[in-house]
Each structure stands twice: as C-alpha cells, then as structure tokens.
C-alpha cells in the first residue's frame, strides 16, 4: 500500500489531541461542501434559464432567416423559390415583410413593428403555441391582427375588442415637402383576434397581420418581400446548410442563423454565466484558504510524529506527500457531499418547484453533466493547488527544530 496515503488517511480520519484542529478541519470540510453545493446549483441554475429562454426564442425567431444583402426588400423570384423547395434539408418556409410603424389606439400612441406573414409562418416558428388569448390569423378574415402583450397592455386593447380597429401607420416614402400631415401615412385599420407572449423584447416588437396588408401599407408588389424564414429538418446541422445557401444564393443576400438574430442575448447569457462561474470559484478560493489553514496546523501538531518518521528513514518529499494527500482526501470528502446535496437540490427543484418566478412558474434549472464535470475538474485542481501550498511548509529544519 501507499505509505504516504496510509499515513495521510490515518490523520484524516482520527481525532487529533487539540480540540483546535478537529474544530478547524470540520470548518474547512463544510466550506468546501458549501462551495461545491453553490456553484453547481448556479451553473445548473443557468442551464435551466438558457433552456428556458432559448424555449422562447423558439415562438420568436425560425432556424435560418434569408435577409436582403443590401435595403430592406427583395423581390421573389421563381429561380430563389425552387432553389428553396429542393433542398431537402429545409422542413418549411415563409415568406415575410416587416417595417417599423406607429400603432394608435383610443389616443395611445406607440412604435412597434408590423410583420405581415404567409399561411406558412407558424409551420416555422411556434408562434401559435405563444396565444394565450384569441386565435393566429385566418385567410377566411382580412384586416385582422394578432399582437404582443406587451402592446395590448400599452394601448389598453386586447382580443375581440370590436369597438375602435387599431390603426397602423407608416411615414409615406419620398423626398417632397409635406403640408398636410393627414396625408404623411399610410394607413391600415385592424381587428386585434390574438395576443401572445414571450420574452419582453418580442411581446413588445411585433404586430402580426397577412402578408398582403403588409404589402398594401408599405406600397410593395406581391413579389416584394423583407425575409424569408426558414425551419431545418435537423437544426443542429444549421451551419452547414447556411454555408450552403450562402453559395446558392450570392452576394445580393445575407443568411443568418437564430444565434446570430440574436447574438447580444447569446453573448449576455454566456458573460453573466462565465462571471458567475469566475464569482463562485473564487468563493472555493477563499474556502479552501480553510484547508490550507487545517493542514498547516496538522503539521505543526504532527511534528513530534514527523521527526520519527523522519528517523526512520521517511524522505522529507514522501513526508509532504503525506499532507498533499489529506489536503486532498479533504477535498474530495467535501465535494463529494457538497455535489451530493447540489444534485439532490437541483432534482428537488425540478421535481416539485419550491422556488418560484411567478406564482405558475418554477425557477428553471437543468441537471447537466457538463456542469458536474465543470464543478469536478474546478474543485479537483483547486483542491490540488491548496494541498501543494499547504505541504511546502514541511522541510528537513522544521522537523527536526
């Protein structure tokens, strides 16, 4: 057997004759369960949030959207629409026009966007699934539209409220002097039959109508449209089908994917989990100053026991050995625990909610093995490191002092 990891184990596990060192080692234990417990429960707190959040994207924004290389519209054409439809890569698409409008309600007045979209448009996004009230838009009824909360709450209209339509508005195009501000906009006026939710930005965005009204408000031909929104058969092979579009389509059109439509909440998400992380390691830090503290103190009360080791022949290198393996014995018996009841707590969490967003929304979070192993590796050579400062404190004269 390992003598050093027999002797290490032999002072790890027994009581030692100062109360101090009992007292100091189960303080440094705890603060390493504690640590470990917290930052797994944090970064599983963030997998679950990113999930939950990506969920919404979903209602949001389609897997690949194809965007004008140059202004703001394109014309379809019948080349660019069977390009589409053999590729077999593509599950669906749709065809859509968006601008930014003003929106007046009973003398409300706000600035969103109006989307107008095919019959194709919610086999692309799940935005039917986003209504908590009234229906997705019909061909059966014209000038009608479906709205975010957010805009139903700021001009106070929602659902089947058939008394004023809600007006949709766009500044006329052109570079002439204008004199009557009643002919400066364009002009839609629609029935409100849906609102859906999502995240705050998008609840906030968008003003569904049929893509015809669209075309109508902005002065466009039924060729003329803003994007095409794409849904893949297989989404995790997004980026080679985007490659691929870009070769079939040229230069005169830009494709991006969902991360890149949203790339500052991606690169917000993965700075606040990366300071976060940063946050919680350096809290292990502190607390395994603990460990190096309980090891020190191991070693000045061992001294006696070192200098007969030493005379019987013991290196001074397997003799540090002996505090580099309980330093890390410790560790381990602390993550170990500390892993244990943030796994149990992150399960507790998922399986019955206790902590809660809203009163029908649980705090999301995710057990994933990345962050187990993320917690592991970060503890493991911490643990490491700390047990090494700990034992360069043994040499030949402090022993035999």
Known sequence: MNFPLYIAKRYLFSRNSTNAINIITFIATFSVIVGTAALFIVLSGFSGLRTFSDSLLEVSDPDLKILPGKGKNFEISDKLINSLVDNTKLKEFSCVVEERVSLSYNGKNYIAFIKGVDKHYNNVVQIDSALTVGNWLDKKYVNTAVIGAGISYKLSVGAFNFGDPLRVMVPKPGTKFITNPNKAFNAIEVQVVGVYTGSEEF???????????????????????????????????????????????????????????????????????????????????????????????????????????????????????????????????????????????????????????????????ELKWINFFVVLLTIIVLGFIASKIASSRVNRAFIEK
Do not use: C, W
């Open 203 to 365: 609840q906030n965005k968008f003003v569904f109508t049929h893509i015809e009204q669209a075309q109508k408000l902005l002065n466009y031909t039924n060729q003329e449209i803003s994007a095409i929104e794409i849904k893949l058969e297989n989404p995790s092979k997004v980026e080679n089908v985007k490659d691929e579009l870009v070769n079939i389509l040229g230069d005169g059109f830009k494709v991006k994917t969902k991360k890149e439509l949203n790339a500052l909440y991606y690169k917000v998400v993965n700075t606040e989990n990366f300071i976060s992380y940063l946050i919680f390691t350096l809290i292990i830090v502190i607390a395994l100053f603990n460990v190096i503290g309980s090891i020190i103190m191991m070693i000045i009360d061992k001294r006696k026991n070192l200098k007969t080791l030493l005379s019987l022949g013991t290196s001074v290198k397997d003799i540090k050995r002996i505090f580099v393996y309980q330093g890390f014995l410790l560790v381990l018996v602390g993550m170990s625990i500390g892993l244990f009841i943030g796994v149990v707590s992150v399960f507790i969490q998922l399986k019955f909610g206790f902590f809660m967003i809203t009163d029908s929304l649980p705090y999301p979070v």
